[in-house]
């Protein structure tokens, strides 16, 4: 197990991926300088291991994606015909879903993930994306049950990513050159899970996969591009009874320029867990995207925190709703053309990835604290209660 203090450089070693997908972008092992804190108006901690070794960016065609062919995150159905609640993936051919409302009957698109609740003999009872009810048929699924929860070993343990954003109208910030944030969200987040699924290597400890990885927005339709509640995405984590969950955002806004990138994570205020696994996401962010330039912008306390609204819960919906440790990560700014440009790129996405992927080794199997912790940002504010649109469409077999 890694030592706190351990170099920490990642190295991936994925073999093709099931179904044929593969995933191209290999980082380069490599011992780097110490990465500086952030500056900090708080005077809050702000170091950074100082052994803590950036990913050194690799040559790769821009906007290179992770194919839609994802390692097998979608078990068989399991032996036990007991078990009641997780998640499950929609089959080949769709599954015919029968709302608990009384309304007509559909057909899910394949691909597409649903929470587990409960069961009723040879179906399923299901949370959908439109955070609406329903039952499936379980011959028409790929199961995954709950995992151990947050004291899990690492293979044992079930991870949820969280693509932030996605659908016609919840599409996040748009670059200046046209990026759309839900669309690199939903490429880094699979990169995220093919390392989970596939095994990586860490300060030369390799990692074998870990039990399940699940994304909230997975296939279906094109870019898996359709709308997922933020009450929806909690509800899949769990249900899992996840060892975390990590939402991948990208940011919008700042204009003040940093020596560093303006990485944020936002942690459950009450959940000391979450609070240490976004003071992890900070640290490896820092370290993995610093090298690929020096022109950043972002708030001169960025870093590891979390918001409230007039109540003092948690402002973020989904962080509201998570019961396991969550966080929202904020990578960097597409409203940046510089970043934007990176953003673009599939290195950057890896990168972005991989410092995803150390962070959840390192909150499982180590005691680091984190840090960069910033406080409280932009309190008293109100929000609404967060959920799906009413507007929102599931997406359907064609």
């Not at 954003?165 to 200046?176: C, F, I, K, L, S």
């Not at 009874?241 to 990485?263: E, Q, R, T, Y």
């Not at 919906?317 to 396991?324: G, I, P, Q």
């Not at 080794?361 to 912790?373: A, C, I, K, L």
């Amino acid at each position: 197990m890694p030592r706190p203090g351990d170099l920490l450089t990642l190295a991936l070693i994925l073999a093709g991926c099931a179904e044929g997908a593969s995933v191209d972008d290999t980082a380069q092992v490599t011992t780097a300088p110490t990465v500086p804190p952030t500056p900090s108006s708080t005077g809050a901690e702000t170091t950074v291991p100082t052994t803590l070794a950036p990913t050194t960016p690799s040559t790769e065609a821009e906007g290179a994606a992770v194919p839609e062919t994802m390692p097998p995150d979608r078990p068989p159905v399991p032996s036990d015909p007991q078990a009641e609640r997780g998640a499950a993936v929609v089959a080949a051919g769709g599954a015919m879903f029968l709302p608990d409302d009384g309304g007509p009957a559909s057909r899910l698109q394949e691909g597409v993930v649903v929470a587990v609740e409960g069961r009723r003999g040879d179906t399923l009872h299901v949370f959908t994306p439109c955070e609406t009810r329903g039952t499936v048929p379980v011959t028409e699924t790929a199961l995954t049950g709950p995992g151990p929860g947050s004291g899990a070993t690492w293979s044992e343990a079930v991870f949820v990513i969280d693509a932030g954003h996605g659908g016609p109208v919840n599409t996040g910030a748009q670059g200046p050159g046209g990026l759309w944030e839900r669309d690199a969200n939903i490429d880094i987040a699979r990169r995220a899970v093919a390392l989970l699924s596939t095994g990586a290597s860490v300060d030369g400890i390799a990692y074998p996969p870990v039990r399940a990885a699940m994304l909230t927005r997975r296939s279906g339709p094109p870019d898996a591009n359709y709308e997922a509640g933020t009450g929806f995405r909690a509800a899949v984590a769990n249900q899992l009874h996840a060892a975390a969950l990590v939402s991948i955002h990208n940011n919008a806004g700042a204009d003040n320029p940093l020596a560093l990138p303006g990485s944020e994570a936002f942690y459950r205020y009450e959940d000391p867990a979450s609070r240490r696994l976004a003071g992890l996401v900070v640290e490896d962010l820092l370290a993995a995207l610093a090298p690929f330039g020096s022109e950043w912008v972002g708030d001169s306390n960025a870093g590891a925190r979390y918001r409230l609204n007039n109540d003092r819960e948690d402002y973020y919906s989904l962080l509201r709703n998570a019961e396991v440790p969550a966080v929202i990560a904020e990578g960097a700014y597409v409203s940046a053309p510089v970043e934007e440009a990176l953003l673009s790129t599939g290195a950057f996405r890896q990168a972005y990835a991989e410092a995803v992927y150390r962070a959840l080794v390192r909150f499982v199997t180590t005691d680091m604290p984190g840090s960069h912790f910033t406080g409280e940002f932009d309190p008293g504010v109100d929000v609404p209660p967060g959920g799906a649109r009413p507007d929102c469409a599931l997406p359907l077999q064609p």
